[in-house]
């Protein structure tokens, strides 16, 4: 893969399939890498790369812990978990080269392309970015609200009813772009972006976002538990 300015990234997809002769399909998918550069933050670590604790990491610590429990009991469905690499390599602040369109999700643009098992189809897709923050809000994300509406209402019923309102919030957030946008352009699979957002507060994402305090220290068990248990029900209730 080729980043904004030319660099050949040595990228890799890891990719692991349950139940993979079933048509009746859901795809679970977070990105691994984290960003080169802390550019979000002080001029002086814009070089500098990041933790990634929360924005990379927290999705692929949940879907790691959901293989496991898939593992001990196998749901109805068949279940594909992607961890997507070069999310995360998008043309920085400080590059003044030329523009280039789609230098993030390059991971994600190539499997899009050429998935593991051709013509993959799936349900739905669930994206998990930065679900491990303190006091995460996840808002409905524009994107996924137009092309992912009835997956994304279902996901945010099952966690009220799991007693987590407090981070799943029944209102439009932002709109990101964020490998679901790749998955649904190239594979047309309605895919809901579950990424801690806040419209009201001027950031947007989290303040660790793209900093080098994007680290262990502002990990909360709590958001992970919630998210990782919302999602955990949506793929046992699919039949």
């Not at 997809?13 to 550019?39: C, E, M, Q, S």
């Not at 790369?49 to 927290?58: E, F, K, L, T």
């Not at 523009?99 to 991971?107: E, H, N, V």
């Not at 352009?185 to 900093?211: A, K, L, S, Y």
């Amino acid at each position: 893969l080729m980043a904004y300015n030319g660099t050949i990234l040595k990228s890799r997809n890891i990719i692991g399939a349950y139940n993979p002769d079933t048509k009746k399909r859901v795809l679970l998918f977070a990105h691994w890498d984290t960003r080169p550069y802390a550019d979000a933050g002080e001029e002086k670590h814009h070089h500098t790369p990041i933790d990634g604790a929360n924005d990379g990491a927290s999705g692929v610590g949940v879907l790691l812990e959901i293989a496991r429990h898939l593992q001990q009991q196998a749901p109805a469905i068949g279940i594909d978990i992607i961890f997507f690499d070069s999310e995360d390599y998008g043309t920085p602040d400080f590059y003044d080269g030329p523009y280039k369109a789609d230098t993030w999700c390059l991971g994600s643009q190539y499997w899009g392309r050429i998935p593991h098992t051709p013509d993959y189809k799936a349900r739905f897709g669930i994206l998990l970015d930065m679900v491990g923050g303190k006091n995460a809000t996840f808002y409905y994300e524009g994107y996924s609200k137009r092309t992912a509406s009835q997956p994304m209402q279902k996901i945010w019923d099952i966690a009220h009813n799991l007693g987590y309102s407090k981070h799943f919030i029944k209102n439009d957030g932002g709109e990101v772009t964020d490998d679901h946008v790749y998955v649904n352009r190239f594979r047309q699979i309605p895919c809901v972006d579950i990424i801690d957002f806040n419209p009201n507060n001027g950031e947007g994402f989290n303040p660790t976002w793209h900093t080098i305090n994007d680290n262990m220290d502002n990990i909360d068990k709590a958001t992970l538990q919630a998210v990782g248990q919302t999602v955990m029900t949506v793929i046992y209730n699919e039949k």
